[in-house]
């Protein structure tokens, strides 16, 4: 097995588990797991014509790496030749987030967006960093804004619904989570949340559903969804 491919998988390991979900993935590798069907960042450069075969193999290089302040100056340099490309923006985005420097993050995603208004990941990788810097008001101004431009984008409306939850609108995370689950119904952090936002509200045999729904196809998400309802009734 490749490097590559191991660390794929302990990526998707880490997504299945409901209470890990948080702790095993930075918020701009949930977005892109989500959003990708690879869940890489080289991946998603790879659907930009523009970026030369060279540049992409050595995003991917240094993303396996880790080498997050090489990544970022790699993308730096790029910017500074191409600064209408809104790929090298994202790179440089996801970079500054691994570094934990959101706010320069911010800049580069909100210049992404700016670019490239009909991508969703842009938006979406956005408001994750506003959330992660605690605004999650100002993610909700984002996203709202994201899907008039996009209109039914199913990874903006399940950040929609996490964004709800933090802000405790667990009724209208419902909504957010079952509008994108409509339109993709294999986002399972989506999955996740919908069940989160019924245990938040008092209604655990909804989340049971779910759990049940889940037990041949998702079988850990369907144990964590039940270890969350047990933990919630311990504490009511």
């Not at 990544?71 to 934990?100: C, H, T």
Request: with cysteine.
């Amino acid at each position: 097995m490749s490097h590559y491919r191991a660390g794929r998988l302990w990526v998707l390991a880490c997504a299945l588990a409901l209470p890990l979900l948080s702790s095993c993935l930075t918020p701009a590798q949930q977005l892109l797991l989500a959003a990708i069907p690879d869940g890489t960042l080289s991946v998603l450069l790879s659907h930009f014509e523009r970026a030369p075969s060279a540049n992409r193999q050595r995003v991917a290089e240094l993303e396996q790496r880790g080498d997050w302040v090489g990544l970022a100056q790699f993308a730096e340099d790029n910017i500074a030749k191409d600064r209408p490309n809104a790929a090298w923006w994202m790179v440089a985005g996801y970079a500054y987030s691994q570094q934990k420097q959101h706010f320069r993050a911010i800049q580069c995603f909100g210049e992404m967006v700016r670019l490239e208004p009909d991508m969703p990941e842009g938006w979406n990788l956005l408001a994750q960093e506003h959330r992660t810097v605690g605004d999650p008001r100002r993610a909700l101004s984002i996203l709202n804004n994201a899907l008039l431009a996009l209109r039914d984008s199913p990874t903006t409306l399940m950040t929609l619904g996490d964004v709800y939850g933090d802000l405790g609108r667990f009724d209208e995370a419902v909504r957010a989570y079952r509008r994108a689950l409509d339109l993709d119904g294999g986002l399972t952090p989506a999955w996740a949340g919908l069940a989160r936002s019924y245990i938040k509200l008092g209604r655990p045999s909804e989340a049971e559903g779910i759990a049940r729904s889940m037990e041949k196809s998702n079988p850990k998400l369907a144990a964590a969804i039940r270890q969350e309802i047990a933990g919630e009734k311990r504490l009511r």
